[in-house]
């Protein structure tokens, strides 16, 4: 059960982390967390959105600690692990993927990474990273308009109303 988590632990931490090196460090010590303190786990929520919760609280912490800071371009290829042909339009779209995805904020594409590739609901994704379910459907759709603006070539600019 915990060994099945271990990918989608991995593609989570590498999305807060930026590299392979970091993101196994993270789940690494994310699963020694969990193991330690296994009596925590309540069975009826589900160990999935409890070892999410651990990661994101021990990044968080590393952050305030300041041993690491979040990084902005993933130098490892995403694609790689998803394209099994080698054909370069595919390529093409995911660099370009790649690099829309690096110009979201940490807490946008954390929020996209739960939601668009791990599936899970909007409920669990504000339990894990501790922030109200408005404030996640926030962050998600900022980040899937910022997506759809930079690959479609339109330059993201923020405007703000005015208010009296």
Not at 35 to 61: A, C, D, E, Y
Request: charged share 30%.
């Amino acid at each position: 059960m915990l060994i099945e988590e271990i990918p989608a632990l991995r593609r989570y931490a590498r999305a807060l982390c930026g590299n392979n090196t970091e993101a196994d460090d993270l789940v690494q010590e994310s699963l020694l967390r969990a193991v330690s303190r296994r009596r925590l786990w309540i069975r009826q929520k589900g160990m999935r959105p409890w070892l999410f919760t651990i990661l994101h609280n021990l990044f968080v912490n590393s952050i305030r600690r300041g041993a690491k800071s979040p990084v902005v371009d993933m130098p490892e290829r995403v694609g790689d692990a998803v394209v099994s042909n080698e054909d370069p339009g595919e390529l093409c779209v995911l660099s370009d993927f790649e690099k829309a995805l690096n110009r979201l904020t940490p807490e946008q594409r954390e929020v996209l990474v739960l939601v668009g590739v791990e599936q899970m609901s909007y409920k669990q994704v504000a339990r894990i990273v501790g922030v109200p379910v408005g404030t996640v459907m926030s962050r998600l759709s900022r980040a899937r308009s910022h997506l759809k603006n930079s690959l479609e070539g339109e330059t993201s600019v923020t405007r703000f109303k005015r208010v009296k």
